[in-house]
Every structure is written in C-alpha cells, then in structure tokens.
C-alpha cells in the first residue's frame, strides 16, 4: 500500500517550453501534496506544499508564476515548468501526505532542460 | 523552526561492518524524526521514524535509530552492513504540522 507515482520519470524538453509532471497517490488520498527539489548529491529542497481545492504555499524564494502547482483532487498534484530554462533542470520529487507526519515519496521526475 | 545536521557526507564502510550515520537536530516545539534511503534515481523510501514513546526505534532492513533528547541526536545504525545497503540517507525532523526539513544527506558505501 501506500504508493505514490510520478509521470513522467525522465523529460527532455527545449528552452523556452512548459512540462507537467504528474503525482498521483495510487492507493490513499492525500489531503496534502508536497513538491521537493533535488540537485546533484544534494538534499531535498521543499518547493511548495499543496491542499487540495486550494492554492499551493510556496517557500520563499520559489517562483510561483514559474512553478504552477495545481492539486485538482485527492490523488493527483501536477507541477508545471512554465518557460523552463536549463536552470530548471533537476529532480523534482512528490509527496503525498494521508494524515499529518506521514509523507510517502513518489520515485521523481529528472527534468532536462536543453 | 527546524534543522537537520547529518555530520558526514560520504562513509565507507566494510561489508559486515557496523554501520553509524550521526544525525542531529534542532527544534523548538517536540520533533518527530525520520530517516530515509534513496537509491540512484529513485525517490525516498521510509526507513523508521520516531514520533513519541520508545526511544528505540526499529526500522526496515535491520536499520534502528536511538532518540536521545539531550544530545539532540537520532543516530541511524546497523549491525552488520550489506551491499545492498549502498546508498543515500537523509535524516529529516518535522514540527508535527507535516513541515518536513531534511538534513543534506550521507552516501553510504560498503566495500566487499
């Protein structure tokens, strides 16, 4: 149980386009979604996180008109690149919280901007 | 506000060995802690956690974990390394409200 899926895992995308990324809680509904990013042997960097019906909370520094995050029902949470440049290539990893304290991670999504 | 101090990048240790990865923390309210693994490409896989209660925490694979409150520590052990341990650990501390913050993380590598 408990799983959480990414799609896709692996884009590659040219300059100046958008990509969405889809996370969906397979088998839970999650009232709260979380958005990390991942840079090369680095930690998880907390981009936002997204209750369903409602607009996503960013952390400061993260553009939202950038990182549109939309959580439409309780088992999906996208994140779209908007204009993604070759900065914007990482990792971005999902999270889908059932109850408070328990996040379940999806696999990731390796983003490559060119 | 929480924080996540993993002291030590990268450690190396023989297979059959004791492995140590140090974790400490800092929180102002109660913290409940985790600790993760990730594999190359893949996203983060639960190993234990600790909320309230025992101290001693059992996780998956023989992982167990100690809370030790005054020394702000949640260090992360195993008797006996397998390859199959190789990979990438993150401690992490949450204030109870899902405002998960995760240390930078250790690679773990085990020599045959």
């Known amino acids: 149980g408990a799983v959480v899926s990414q799609h896709p895992s692996r884009v590659i995308c040219k300059s100046g386009t958008s990509v969405k990324i889809e996370c969906r809680s397979l088998?839970?509904?999650?009232?709260?979604m979380f958005w990390y990013r991942q840079f090369p042997k680095k930690s998880l960097m907390l981009m936002a996180t997204?209750?369903?019906?409602?607009?996503?909370?960013?952390e400061q520094g993260v553009e939202k008109d950038k990182f549109l995050i939309n959580h439409a029902s309780l088992t999906l949470s996208t994140l779209t690149v908007t204009s993604a440049h070759p900065e914007d290539s990482s990792f971005y990893i999902c999270?889908?919280?059932?109850?408070?304290?328990?996040?379940?991670f999806g696999p990731g999504t390796r983003l490559t901007v060119l | 506000a929480q924080s996540v101090t993993q002291l030590g990048s990268h450690v190396s240790v023989s297979e059959g060995a004791l492995v140590l990865l140090r974790c400490n923390y800092s929180?102002?309210?109660?913290?409940?802690l985790f600790w993760y693994v990730q594999y190359p490409n893949q996203g983060l896989q639960l190993l234990l956690k600790?909320?309230?209660?025992?101290?001693l925490v059992k996780g998956i694979n023989g992982f167990e974990a100690e809370f030790k409150k005054s020394e702000t520590s949640f260090h992360l052990t195993k008797p006996s390394a397998h390859m199959s341990d190789a990979a990438e650990y993150f401690c992490?501390?949450?204030?109870?409200?899902?405002?998960?913050?995760f240390g930078a993380g250790t690679r773990l590598t085990v020599k045959p």
């Open positions: 997204s209750n369903e019906g409602s607009k996503a909370t960013y």
């Open positions: 929180s102002s309210v109660p913290p409940y």
């Open positions: 600790y909320t309230t209660g025992a101290t």
């Open positions: 992490a501390v949450s204030d109870g409200n899902n405002d998960m913050r």
């Open positions: 999270s889908a919280s059932p109850i408070r304290n328990t996040q379940y």
């Open positions: 088998d839970f509904q999650a009232t709260t």
